[in-house]
């Protein structure tokens, strides 16, 4: 099947390989704590008291599982499959917390596509600096095909 017979036809990046892989990293920062808190209302103490956060089993201040999960958001809607890529399902499991001022990297790989809709089903991982799995899992995602600004008029 072409690209123009299937459900990949206008997809900007076009359709996935088995095996394809793409990654990007962040250090994350109390800013993103911030920011998160400010979307959700999320003020857990592990989050924002140092010292709850040192006597707690993590030692350290974390960051919220939305900002260790948020790497993989944009690893799927910027790199691949890529723009115009939505979640449709995730099984994520929050392996080892996160905290300020680490350096994490989201990596998917494309496991399955499907011929008739733009579909893929990937593995996800977060990994820190040290290279240590903070969260795996997999995932579902749905790519529709985005008009171009000549398109769209």
């Not at 892989?21 to 920011?35: F, G, L, P, V």
């Not at 857990?44 to 006597?55: C, F, I, Q, S, T």
Request: glycine residues 12%; aromatic residues 6%.
């Amino acid at each position: 099947m072409t690209d123009e017979m299937d459900g990949w036809a206008g997809v900007i990046k076009g359709k996935p390989s088995l095996g394809q892989s793409a990654e990007r990293s962040h250090t994350t920062s109390m800013e993103d704590i911030e920011a998160f808190t400010r979307m959700t209302g999320d003020r857990n103490p592990l989050h924002y008291d140092r010292a709850v956060a040192e006597a707690s089993p993590f030692g350290k201040l974390i960051v919220q599982g939305g900002v260790t999960t948020g790497i993989l958001n944009a690893v799927v809607a910027e790199d691949l499959p890529g723009p115009g890529t939505v979640f449709l399902g995730v099984e994520w499991k929050f392996v080892k917390a996160v905290g300020v001022d680490e350096t994490i990297t989201g990596r998917v790989e494309i496991t399955e596509v499907r011929d008739d809709k733009p579909i893929c089903k990937m593995t996800t991982t977060v990994r820190n600096g040290d290279g240590d799995v903070c969260l795996s899992g997999t995932a579902t995602t749905y790519t529709m095909p985005l008009a171009t600004p000549a398109e769209a008029q």
